[in-house]
């Protein structure tokens, strides 16, 4: 049988992790788990204590100089030639596809290129790069997923996601009815079109609902925090979990 | 922080659509149909892709030529007999129309669905001068009997549902029983329109494509009222925004395909109009005169910039509207312009304004769904970025969009400053993120943290970072 995800480079023996500021800030032990899914791999993880956030709030809000000024401090935060692996699909996209838009006219456009070209969505290095192969040792349950749509759509990396939950064999999926459907969180359009972020968020949770999942997953924790904040406030008690951490409790 | 305008507009036409739980259900019910269609006419992804890639490349081969192809289209059609008319505002456009109306002594128009004619205000126009302007597509009937403009490119009426038309019906044609049977509701209407097609004095139509090479204007129909409009009054007016122009005659057929697939799913529409010419001597049929009004309104202005132009590549074929999340919640009529949706928020401020219509750029979460089903791959999110970096951007900007920098105040530019410096600044970074760490639970509700805790419960701030947690477990800093 071919493989279906050939590897696009020889595994690495160290890679830089970019933690993206809405884990640094909110969700540091799903940055953290990450972390150790990497290292339980034999790969060596720098984390570059410099690093900050991707730009992407000023680069949506029609702030580019502030942008470029913010993703140049990563440029140089990363400086070495090592892979850079991002737990987020979204930040994975700004850095790797947005970037280069963002400097398509600036002198440094190709020092530009060659870091995007090293990024990597977490799922997907484990799949692609590093093709590592879980075994669930977790009690069964009935878990749903959450496709953010810069994974989805930018970085095209869900197959990688779902690949992985599809390794936990104790792990049943329900799908949501509109899983392809954003949950309106949108950076910082949840605060600037709060009404429609809102009734977004709300179609979003009453499709968690209807799934009768215990829990919910998705590579990006920008999302989680839009979903989870809005279970909360409608006091439903349906954990959400980024996908790192969910398979390192499973898996150790 | 002062709110402009278009976003307190906005904003009270967000609240009314939300609050309207018939008008969503309506919107979500016949967005999933037509997105579920369109699935299944493209089911073979790579196919469409192909199909997809080659559309792009007429639109922009056809703008890449669009002034020699408008001056060709000009030759000839009126080689044709067609005659051409070139207004380059609505203002101008509406009084040649007028003029045109008013040389045959005609009190009654009869319309085929024209998403420039709404851009003018067309039938308002004609109203105040005395003139009849009735709309024939089913749809664009519904809508203006009930005093309303349409709320989708496409599908004007979409908003409504099959009872809701039952009512209108009984209530405002003389003698209509009321039925809300489908058959009965459409054979109401063919009655009504039936009679408005025989004593219509003036046809008006739109165009879907303008074939530069053969002056052939192609006519993208369902209903038969397209035909009906362009054949049977002794004169036909063909409205039609600048960029409609395509090169040759054999781009059609692709782009007729993306156009119904992409709209509505149908390999083909019921009608297709070709028209090439007015009657000529020995013709049974046919009107005598046929007028090509071609609008410009902002257009060669996006045409200008190498960024903005991708905006004119656009069939209208509506897909972007019915898969985006924000459109199926809101409907056409919240965006408080003549073209809603994401096509709507990168074209209208365009036309009208950043000032006038700033607001629709902000409606969108980036989520890409417009993007993955436009059949001519427009940029949206590209353009829209742009457009919200324009919206502030005072003294001269790189794009000129009319209206730029109405937005910009002293506080939002300096709060993204004071954003970047912290992004910058390791040190200034660490002691804010200890500050967050200790206070994150405690934080005052006000700004962002206000908009957000009004549905949401607070972010969960962690009393650690991942910077102070990688630190504490030794990993390599790279230094």
Excluded at chain 2, 117 to 134: P, R, W
Excluded at chain 2, 148 to 172: G, M, Y
Aim: charged share 25%; hydrophobic share 35%; with cysteine.
């Amino acid at each position: 049988m071919n493989d279906p995800f050939p590897a696009p480079i020889p595994r690495p023996g160290k890679v830089y992790y970019f933690g993206t500021c809405v884990i640094d800030a909110c969700f540091p032990q799903a940055g953290l788990a990450g972390v150790e899914l990497l290292q339980r791999e034999g790969v060596q993880v720098i984390f570059p204590q410099a690093q900050s956030c991707c730009g992407q709030p000023a680069h949506n809000s029609g702030f580019p100089d502030e942008a470029r000024r913010v993703a140049r401090h990563q440029l140089k935060a990363f400086a070495r030639d090592y892979p850079i692996v991002v737990p987020s699909g979204s930040c994975a996209g700004m850095l790797k596809h947005q970037y280069p838009h963002l400097f398509a006219h600036e002198p440094d456009i190709e020092e530009v290129q060659r870091f995007s070209s090293r990024i990597y969505e977490l799922s997907e290095f484990m799949v692609k790069v590093l093709q590592v192969r879980l075994e669930d040792r977790g009690e069964p349950i009935k878990v749903t997923w959450h496709s953010s749509c810069h994974a989805l759509r930018e970085m095209a990396i869900i197959p990688y996601a779902k690949t992985l939950l599809g390794q936990l064999k104790q792990v049943e999926l329900v799908e949501l009815q509109n899983e392809r459907e954003c949950c309106g969180f949108g950076g910082t359009f949840s605060v600037k079109q709060p009404a429609i972020s809102a009734a977004m968020a709300d179609d979003k949770v009453n499709d968690i609902v209807q799934t009768g999942a215990a829990r919910v997953l998705s590579t990006d924790c920008g999302c989680l925090l839009n979903i989870s904040g809005t279970l909360g406030y409608r006091q439903l008690s349906i954990p959400t979990q980024h996908l790192a951490e969910f398979i390192l409790e499973r898996t150790q | 922080m002062t709110k402009t305008a278009d976003v307190l507009a906005f904003e009270r036409n967000v609240t009314k659509a939300l609050d309207d739980g018939q008008l969503r259900r309506n919107l979500r019910s016949a967005m999933t149909t037509l997105s579920q269609r369109r699935r299944a006419l493209f089911a073979d992804v790579e196919a469409f892709e192909k199909l997809r890639t080659q559309g792009q490349s007429i639109r922009r081969r056809a703008l890449s030529r669009l002034p020699e192809l408008l001056e060709q289209l000009e030759a000839r059609c009126t080689a044709n007999g067609i005659q051409v008319h070139w207004a380059e505002t609505t203002a101008e456009a509406n009084a040649i129309c007028l003029d045109i109306i008013r040389r045959h002594g005609a009190q009654r128009v009869i319309k085929g669905k024209s998403m420039v004619s709404e851009e003018m205000h067309l039938n308002h126009f004609l109203e105040e001068q005395g003139i009849e302007a009735l709309e024939t597509d089913l749809g664009e009937y519904i809508i203006q009997l009930d005093g309303e403009t349409p709320s989708h490119i496409i599908v004007p009426a979409i908003h409504k549902n099959k009872d809701q038309i039952a009512h209108l019906f009984h209530d405002r044609i003389p003698d209509a029983p009321y039925t809300e049977v489908v058959e009965e509701l459409n054979a109401i209407a063919r009655q009504e329109l039936r009679e408005k097609f025989r004593a219509g004095e003036v046809g008006v139509s739109g165009v879907n494509f303008a074939v530069a090479e053969t002056g052939t204007l192609c006519l993208v129909e369902n209903e038969g009222n397209g035909r009906m409009c362009t054949t049977a009054p002794p004169v036909h007016i063909a409205l039609m925004g600048l960029e409609k122009v395509v090169e040759k005659l054999q781009d059609v057929p692709p782009l007729l395909r993306l156009l119904t697939g992409s709209a509505t799913g149908q390999p083909i529409t019921t009608y297709f109009n070709m028209i090439t010419a007015p009657r000529r001597p020995g013709e049974l049929d046919g009107p005598r005169e046929v007028h090509l009004v071609i609008l410009d309104n902002g257009r060669s202005s996006i045409y200008g910039d190498p960024e903005r132009r991708a905006t004119l590549q656009c069939i209208r074929c509506g897909a972007c509207l019915n898969h985006c999340p924000i459109y199926t919640r809101l409907g056409g009529h919240a965006y408080g312009h003549v073209y809603p949706g994401p096509i709507g928020s990168i074209l209208t401020p365009q036309l009208e304004g950043l000032d006038e219509a700033g607001v629709m750029a902000s409606a969108s979460t980036f989520c890409g769904a417009c993007e993955e089903v436009c059949p001519v791959k427009i940029p949206f999110t590209e353009i829209l970025r742009m457009l919200r970096n324009e919206a502030y951007a005072r003294g001269e900007s790189e794009h000129d969009v009319k209206g730029h920098g109405y937005r910009y105040t002293t506080v939002e530019a300096l709060s993204w400053k004071s954003w970047a410096l912290y992004n910058t600044s390791p040190g200034l970074a660490r002691i804010g993120s200890q500050i967050l760490g200790k206070l994150g639970q405690h934080l005052p509700m006000i700004g962002p943290l206000k908009e957000w805790t009004r549905t949401r419960i607070p972010p969960p701030f962690a009393p650690k970072s991942l910077h102070q947690l990688a630190q504490e477990r030794g990993l390599d800093d790279d230094r």
